[in-house]
């Protein structure tokens, strides 16, 4: 079974989190470690921010993987797990709040694909890059 | 000499009001200070040539007018005018200085301004009594019109006022001179022969009691002052700067030359009721300020209480006292005009003058933080904080009066606490707190507008620091005063007197 | 701009006692109505402020690079010639990320104001700096020192300083700087927290520093972009700081000390510490919301409650600032006006004469505009955290345009209280 690098570079559309994850050093973890619950934000999400922000992140690797830990908690957290949950605690270590009534919502990203399932852990695909505050 | 500085101001008065050419507010108001800066200058030469050791009149000048009468033009001058004058002179400056430039008939105000001078300035020299009221009568009719015309709110009824208590106390004054002339069967006004009349005790305490009221009611004392609020108030600041700083004193200034002078024996006799009337309206007028709401009113009533500071030392009649009294007359001079102007441009600026509405003058840059700066200075001059010329000629009478007076002393003393009290009200509303953003965008206080208020703050300050300069003049007139009086009772004094070498 | 026209049919007008801020906040705007003249005295004063910015920036991190723990720091304001000439991270060819096209070392108008002062004279260094003719670098020292004591604001960087592993860096640090120097070692035997409370200060000099380093280029470009042309409107100002936010947000914010030539990493980079979050955001909270009473401007009675006894309720910051004592000696607000009025462009000097009292209270103008600017700013905060938190403005989802009307609201609340001067500045007659 493929893990969730794994998944993520041989889709098509996480390109830009695939390189944000190389720059960051978060390679190893997220393809050995876990298991992880993953937000992974695809091509579109990312370029929905505005000009140069991803830029100054991936030339600052630790503040790039600051920002990538907010997109992955640990344990495996399916779509329904996480009926009962208002909020999850990423490994950055802020909290993120979930809906998934009436749709499925992870802060203020919307679930484009949930539950995929990978060798290490599960993730589901939002619209967003979702940021601490 | 002195003539001088009588009829140049009356004759710029007629100038401006008659020239049959077009005179702008401007020019007219440059005119009248041109002439009362003369006059101001001339004030200055005759300090220099005044004599210091000679305790008589000097610079006498006469001139037969209505002899039949008794009536003589006589002027002469001593040490108790020659400061009146000198306040005269100056505040008649202050005041034109002080006046807008914008307003109604220009040439007519400036006209009657200078006429007051000049009138005031003759009552203060005359030497005839028939001339000293006349020329107290005389500038009624202007300083009403001044009132009247250029007045704030509720003008007509102040200048109606000040003019029916005026008058009553020019009654009563040409009664008691008519009186002393015919009881003491005297063909002639002249003050020399006046002073030669002798009378009964009984007819001079009735004719000085005469005395004492009407000009008790130009100073005022409480219970004749009801006039005083309104009219201050009603007054335009120049013109409140004219009746507060000169025309009070005439008050002061008769009962001590005629009531004092022509009938010791009587004074002698009623000082002891003089005291306790005088810690009256010290008291009375202190305690009234506290309660006012308005800054102008304020200040009306905080000059009540000064004046019994100068009615306490008259009553004492010390040589000290005497001293302390005529300097008081000078010290509340010029702290009132200052308080007056300030006042003036705060309302000028602001649009009120009431305390609930006054609030963060003191504010730099959108305050007016020179006016603020400089009624705090004025508020401790009148509160009598040493190193300011309050506090000399205050202490001057109150340690004179105080081996005589014990108790009144105490109460006036009492009085100057009650000043510092309604001064803190004040200030501390009017300077200090917060600007109020909405409202607070008054126009800047120009140089010009300053300028009356840092030549007397200075006067203010030097005098307070050098009293000698303040006190010496009349050291010599408080001595002969003093030594007319029988003594009554043992002058004790706990100081030398300090005016002595200069 | 007609508001209601981008409202959505799906909500209901705001209720809010500012429905008209709310309107147009939802609209795409500021807090600050889109007039020219508004945008004129903005972008007038983003200028003026830029180049004392410039200095204090470099100063600050000069102060926590070199300075350090200087006892006698009597020349802290000193600045040396390397760090005027340091490039800015934002500028020049050699940046980063090239925000303003100028160049990257000290701004031509303040090397100048620096050599000649007010007196436009050159005189020694020091008799400038004793005549206070300088730019007055204790104004940014009382915004750090806001940020500082409001520690609550800044919980991630403030539990790292509270850390063992900072207090090793900053042993190390501390030592290296005193080496040979028996007196100050004995001393920080005796008192080590002492010293590293000093050392935490400096984390605040070049957390602020690294802050104003983004933010002078931000204005520079903006007031470049004004005097071309190419910014007419305040909602352009307004996204052009929401991009500017974006764009540095990852900027890594770190405390290096160089000791002998030596570098300490006192905070690392790789701490991962955020422009956006540990400093951008509580700069705002402390310096625009929060900072104290300013000392010589009023009178508290803490006993009567008029000095809030939780520091998060404290609201003296420059959006609720009274700015009318400016001019008052020596407080924060005196200095900024102060500095501001050396760098004025012309225009805003025109319009300053026409109005008040003129040249005589030109620092009250200038502080009013500058209030208004900071309405902007804080606009544009509102406005990125709304971009980054919830949902954009034009989304189809109601309950989503819900979320970003009661976040609006939420933060408009804060300026229900008596002193905002948010209703203020609605109105042009307010200067």
Not at chain 2, 248 to 260: E, M, N
Request: net charge negative; charged share 15%; proline share 6%.
């Amino acid at each position: 079974m493929p893990s969730i690098v794994d998944i993520a570079v041989q889709n098509d559309g996480f390109s830009t989190l695939v390189a944000a994850v190389q720059a960051a050093g978060l390679v190893e973890v997220l393809a050995t470690g876990g298991p992880f619950t993953v937000f992974a934000p695809n091509d579109d999400a990312f370029a929905k921010l505005p000009p140069g922000t991803v830029q100054t992140l991936v030339d600052n690797p630790p503040q790039l993987a600051r920002i990538l830990k907010f997109h992955v908690v640990s344990g495996i957290w399916h779509k329904d797990d996480m009926a009962q949950q208002a909020t999850l605690t990423s490994l950055e270590g802020s909290p993120i709040p979930i809906r998934t009534e009436p749709i499925f919502e992870v802060k203020n990203s919307t679930v484009l694909a949930a539950d995929i399932i990978a060798s290490n852990g599960i993730i589901h695909v939002i619209d967003n890059v979702i940021l601490m505050g | 000499m002195l003539s001088t500085l009588v009829w140049l101001p009356i004759i710029g008065s007629l100038l401006i009001a008659f020239v049959p050419f077009k005179l702008t507010a401007q020019q007219s108001r440059t005119f009248a200070l041109v002439i009362s800066g003369v006059v101001l200058l001339w004030t200055i030469r005759l300090f220099t040539q005044f004599d210091l050791t000679n305790d008589a009149f000097q610079m006498h000048e006469f001139m037969p007018w209505l002899p039949m009468l008794g009536l003589n033009y006589d002027l002469a001058l001593d040490g108790l005018s020659l400061m009146m004058i000198a306040l005269n002179s100056l505040l008649t400056w202050v005041a034109l200085y002080s006046s807008v430039g914008s307003m109604e008939r220009p040439r007519f105000f400036y006209a009657l301004i200078l006429f007051v001078s000049g009138g005031v300035a003759g009552a203060f020299l005359a030497q005839n009594l028939l001339l000293f009221f006349l020329l107290f009568e005389i500038e009624l009719v202007p300083l009403y019109l001044l009132v009247s015309i250029w007045g704030g709110e509720k003008r007509d009824y102040a200048a109606t006022k000040f003019l029916l208590y005026t008058a009553l106390a020019g009654v009563l004054i040409l009664t008691a001179f008519l009186g002393t002339a015919w009881l003491g069967h005297s063909t002639d006004f002249s003050y020399q022969q006046m002073l030669q009349v002798d009378l009964a005790l009984p007819t001079q305490v009735v004719l000085l009691s005469l005395l004492l009221v009407g000009f008790g009611i130009k100073i005022p004392l409480v219970p004749f002052h009801t006039w005083l609020p309104d009219t201050y108030v009603a007054a335009s600041p120049s013109v409140a700067i004219l009746l507060g700083g000169v025309l009070a004193k005439l008050g002061t200034y008769g009962i001590f030359r005629f009531g004092l002078g022509m009938f010791p024996e009587a004074w002698s006799l009623l000082s002891p009721f003089l005291a306790v009337w005088a810690a009256a309206s010290v008291l009375y007028g202190s305690v009234t300020a506290i309660a006012q709401k308005d800054i102008k009113r304020m200040v009306a009533y905080s000059s009540i209480g000064h004046m019994g500071y100068v009615m306490l030392g008259g009553a004492a009649f010390t040589e000290l006292s005497m001293v302390g009294a005529i300097s008081q007359m000078v010290s509340h001079g010029l702290i009132l005009a200052l308080l007056f102007h300030l006042v003036g441009v705060v309302e000028a600026k602001v649009g009120t003058r009431q305390l609930d509405q006054l609030n963060g003058l003191m504010n730099p840059l959108r305050g007016l933080p020179v006016v603020s700066a400089l009624l705090v200075l004025s508020g401790m001059a009148s509160a009598g904080i040493p190193g300011l010329v309050g506090f000399i000629t205050e202490f001057l009478v109150f340690q004179g009066s105080y081996s005589v007076f014990p108790v009144q002393t105490l109460l006036c003393v009492v009085g100057t606490g009650l000043t510092a009290v309604y001064f803190v009200i004040l200030i501390n509303r009017t300077c200090f707190g917060r600007l109020d953003n909405q409202k607070a965008h008054y126009g800047k206080v120009s140089l010009t507008e300053q300028v009356p208020a840092l030549v007397l703050a200075t006067l203010v300050v030097v005098l307070g620091l050098q009293p000698n300069w303040l006190v010496h003049w009349s050291a010599a007139t408080s001595r002969s005063l003093v030594a007319a009086v029988p003594m009554t009772h043992e002058v004790q004094v706990a100081i030398q007197p300090p005016f002595q070498g200069f | 701009m007609n508001d209601t026209a981008v409202l959505s049919p799906t909500l209901s007008p705001s209720t809010h006692e500012f429905s008209e801020v709310i309107h147009r906040l939802e609209a795409g705007g500021s807090m600050l109505p889109d007039t020219p003249e508004n945008l004129k005295q903005i972008i007038g004063i983003y200028k003026a402020y830029a180049v004392p910015m410039d200095f204090y920036w470099r100063d600050l991190l000069y102060i926590a690079e070199k300075v350090f723990l200087n006892p006698l720091p009597a020349f802290k304001y000193f600045i040396s010639d390397k760090y005027l000439d340091r490039p800015n991270a934002y500028a020049g060819d050699g940046a980063d990320l090239r925000i303003w096209r100028g160049e990257a070392d000290a701004h031509p108008e303040l090397r100048d104001f620096m050599a000649k002062g007010e007196f436009n004279r050159k005189l020694p260094k020091l008799f400038h700096h004793l005549w206070h003719d300088r730019v007055n670098m204790e104004f940014a020292e009382a915004c750090m020192e806001a940020m500082l004591w409001h520690e609550d604001i800044n919980p991630q960087f403030n539990a790292y300083l509270d850390g063992d592993e900072y207090k090793q860096n900053s042993d190390l640090a501390i030592r290296a700087y005193f080496k040979g120097n028996p007196l100050m070692l004995g001393l920080y035997k005796l008192f080590p927290d002492m010293f590293l409370e000093q050392v935490k200060k400096l984390s605040y000099y070049a957390n602020l520093g690294l802050f104003w380093e983004v933010m002078a280029p931000v204005f520079f470009e903006m007031s470049d972009l004004y005097d071309e042309g190419k910014m007419t409107t305040v909602p352009e100002a307004m996204d052009f700081l929401v991009n500017g936010i974006f764009a540095v947000a990852g900027r890594p914010i770190f405390h290096h000390a160089y000791i002998d030539g030596k570098c300490y990493e006192i905070i690392p980079k790789s701490q991962g510490f955020t422009w956006l979050y540990e400093a951008a955001l509580p700069y705002v909270e402390a310096v625009f919301y929060r900072t104290a009473p300013f000392r010589g401007t009023k009178s508290y009675n803490a006993q009567a409650g008029q000095v809030p006894s939780d520091q998060k309720d404290f609201h003296y910051g420059i959006l609720y600032a009274d700015v009318f004592p400016v001019g008052s000696a020596g407080i924060p607000p005196t200095l900024l006006m102060q500095d501001m009025l050396h760098f004025l462009p012309d225009y805003l000097i025109e319009d300053y004469q026409q109005h008040g009292r003129g040249e005589d209270d030109i620092l009250i103008q200038l502080g009013i505009t500058f209030q208004r600017s900071m309405y902007n700013v804080t606009s544009a905060v509102i406005q990125a955290l709304r971009a980054a938190l919830l949902y954009p403005l034009d989304d189809p989802n109601p309950d989503h345009l819900k979320a970003n009307r009661q976040f609006f609201e939420q933060q408009i609340d804060r300026f229900k209280r008596p002193e905002a001067r948010l209703r203020d500045v609605q109105d042009q007659s307010y200067r």
